[in-house]
């Protein structure tokens, strides 16, 4: 069983900061792709950014480039988003997921991903 739990989200005027945290536990080895995905209300879910904490390599959404940085710290078992020159259109739930994969081309498909946390809200204004 593997369970995630996103922290760090709020309420934020544009272009300010925020980062969030998704602590990766459980039954999973330390070579996985984690996702961060978003969801605006009445929208699809959809990819933001994802890192294989294999070896570290990136993938971002092109509205997301330059403004979200995704990293990780393997010590805690934790990926963070950190998102700066926030704007309103990036008012979502925030999910992180993981699995058992390398990321690749397909990190932003849903059907990608096993393992889900239970969001947290981010709120530009």
């Known amino acids: 069983h593997v369970q995630l739990v996103e922290s760090g989200g709020g309420s934020v005027q544009a272009g300010g900061s925020l980062k969030l945290s998704c602590i990766v536990s459980?039954?999973?080895?330390?070579?996985?792709?984690v996702g961060w995905f978003r969801q605006a209300l009445g929208k699809e879910r959809e990819g933001v950014a994802a890192?294989?904490?294999?070896?570290?390599?990136?993938y971002y959404a092109d509205s997301v480039k330059g403004r979200f940085t995704i990293s990780q710290d393997n010590a805690k078992n934790t990926v963070y988003l950190q998102m700066n020159s926030l704007k309103p259109e990036d008012t979502a739930m925030y999910y992180c997921?993981?699995?058992?994969?390398?990321?690749?081309?397909?990190?932003?498909?849903?059907?990608?991903?096993?393992?889900w946390g239970q969001g947290t809200q981010v709120t530009v204004s």
């Open positions: 997921a993981a699995d058992q994969t390398s990321c690749g081309g397909s990190w932003h498909d849903l059907g990608e991903y096993n393992y």
């Open positions: 459980g039954d999973i080895d330390n070579r996985y792709c």
């Open positions: 890192i294989y904490t294999g070896g570290g390599s990136t």
